[in-house]
């Protein structure tokens, strides 16, 4: 089993930086995979970027050059550093983590991200 425990959301202005954190514990191990997902009211879950054990990372279309991904999977770490952010990057941020032996995701409990017009 694997936990996530992400903080470092909030309030911000449009055109704003804000940078999210998460942990895992547990089987750390048996991650291949974390990122970011987000969710917005009303609207289904969807990726914001991914970041794969050698480094390679990946990046939603609407995120692309306003977003970085960084971590470590092996010490269980992901961050999502947020800068040029739009009112429509309000959403519930949350940290995923997946394990492809046997497939399994796991996610963490969500964190708030509000930017204001």
């Known amino acids: 089993q694997v936990q996530l425990v992400e903080s470092g959301g909030g309030l911000v202005q449009a055109g704003g930086s804000l940078r999210l954190s998460c942990a895992a514990s547990?089987?750390?191990?048996?991650?291949?995979?974390m990122g970011w997902y987000r969710q917005a009211p009303g609207k289904q879950r969807e990726l914001v970027a991914y970041i794969i054990g050698g480094g390679s990372t990946k990046y939603a279309e609407s995120v692309k050059g306003r977003f970085t991904i960084s971590g470590d999977n092996a010490k269980g770490t992901v961050y999502l550093q947020m800068s040029g952010l739009k009112p429509e990057d309000t959403a519930v941020y949350y940290c995923?983590?997946?394990?492809?032996?046997?497939?399994?995701?796991?996610w963490g409990q969500g964190t708030q991200v509000t930017v204001s017009s």
């Open positions: 995923n983590a997946f394990r492809s032996l046997p497939p399994k995701n796991y």
């Open positions: 547990g089987s750390i191990s048996s991650i291949n995979i």
